[in-house]
């Protein structure tokens, strides 16, 4: 069936063999760094890798939000898993480790900090014939050996050192970004609770019940925000450039 994005001065309308109207999508649905709620903090780019970093981070903003956020609803519809595509395989740090057999026994637990793919002593990987159930190990073996047919190929040429920069953005970038945006969000929190809270005294930031307390950052949860961005995101118009367009991208 042939579909067809067409755009207007404050839509978008997706439309089937060119004559039926199958959904129209307004310009304000658009989520992208213009729109979301970092888009004083990033340096947005008009195209290449470092459009798809900065638009992930819009992205990751945004899901650490939660239910705050502009387009909960939206991001309630995207898949939960990283999205598996060939830049992440190999890479153990991208994985998130906290569900592996090892863990749950006490067991050494991985580290995520971004700094390579083996390097702080990452952790050991579950025999996948002793702990034939831990998905997150048996995701990176697979990983790994598809990782392997891509040696000598155009395809490894193309993803060399792309990783790398991710994890780079990520140390430089995304984690002070999202401290510094939710640190004052936490702060105006604290200040709207002042007199209810402590009778006029301003809380500490870990004394107010608020869901922000408990945002914590991750490479992992950023590289599933970059694997969402690769998957669906595409040119949208000339102000959001690279964007994320709820309905467009399914």
């Given at each position: 069936?042939?579909?067809?994005?067409?755009?207007?001065?404050?839509?978008?309308?997706?439309?089937?063999?060119?004559?039926?109207?199958?959904?129209?999508?307004?310009?304000?649905?658009?989520?992208?760094?213009?729109?979301?709620?970092?888009?004083?903090?990033?340096?947005?780019?008009?195209?290449?890798?470092?459009?798809?970093?900065?638009?992930?981070?819009?992205?990751?903003?945004?899901?650490?939000?939660?239910?705050?956020?502009?387009?909960?609803?939206?991001?309630?519809?995207?898949?939960?898993?990283?999205?598996?595509?060939?830049?992440?395989?190999?890479?153990?740090?991208?994985?998130?480790?906290?569900?592996?057999?090892?863990?749950?026994?006490?067991?050494?637990?991985?580290?995520?900090?971004?700094?390579?793919?083996?390097?702080?002593?990452?952790?050991?990987?579950?025999?996948?014939?002793?702990?034939?159930?831990?998905?997150p190990c048996l995701q990176?073996?697979?990983?790994?050996?598809?990782?392997?047919?891509?040696?000598?190929?155009?395809?490894?040429?193309?993803?060399?050192?792309?990783?790398?920069?991710?994890?780079?953005?990520?140390?430089?970038?995304?984690?002070?970004?999202?401290?510094a945006a939710f640190g004052?969000?936490?702060?105006?929190?604290?200040?709207?609770?002042?007199?209810?809270?402590?009778?006029?005294?301003?809380?500490?930031?870990?004394?107010?019940?608020?869901?922000?307390?408990?945002?914590?950052?991750?490479?992992?949860?950023?590289?599933?925000?970059?694997?969402?961005?690769?998957?669906?995101?595409?040119?949208?118009?000339?102000?959001?450039?690279?964007?994320?367009?709820?309905?467009?991208?399914?």
């Amino acid at each position: 069936m042939l579909f067809l994005l067409k755009q207007f001065c404050r839509s978008f309308i997706l439309t089937r063999f060119i004559i039926d109207i199958v959904v129209r999508i307004p310009k304000a649905a658009i989520l992208s760094t213009r729109s979301c709620f970092l888009s004083q903090d990033i340096t947005s780019a008009p195209y290449g890798h470092a459009a798809h970093l900065a638009l992930a981070l819009a992205l990751y903003g945004e899901i650490l939000r939660g239910q705050d956020s502009k387009w909960f609803g939206y991001l309630q519809s995207l898949p939960r898993e990283t999205v598996d595509t060939a830049i992440f395989w190999g890479a153990k740090d991208v994985i998130d480790f906290r569900s592996c057999v090892r863990s749950s026994r006490g067991e050494t637990i991985p580290s995520h900090r971004a700094n390579g793919d083996d390097a702080g002593n990452v952790g050991p990987v579950c025999s996948n014939t002793e702990f034939s159930e831990c998905a997150p190990c048996l995701q990176y073996l697979d990983s790994k050996r598809a990782r392997m047919w891509l040696s000598y190929t155009e395809a490894e040429k193309e993803l060399d050192g792309l990783m790398d920069e991710i994890r780079q953005y990520y140390v430089s970038v995304v984690e002070p970004t999202l401290h510094a945006a939710f640190g004052s969000l936490r702060q105006a929190e604290a200040e709207r609770n002042v007199n209810e809270v402590l009778g006029g005294e301003i809380p500490r930031l870990d004394e107010c019940s608020n869901e922000l307390n408990s945002v914590k950052p991750s490479l992992p949860g950023f590289c599933h925000a970059y694997s969402l961005v690769s998957s669906r995101a595409f040119l949208a118009d000339a102000y959001h450039g690279l964007a994320m367009v709820p309905v467009a991208d399914a």
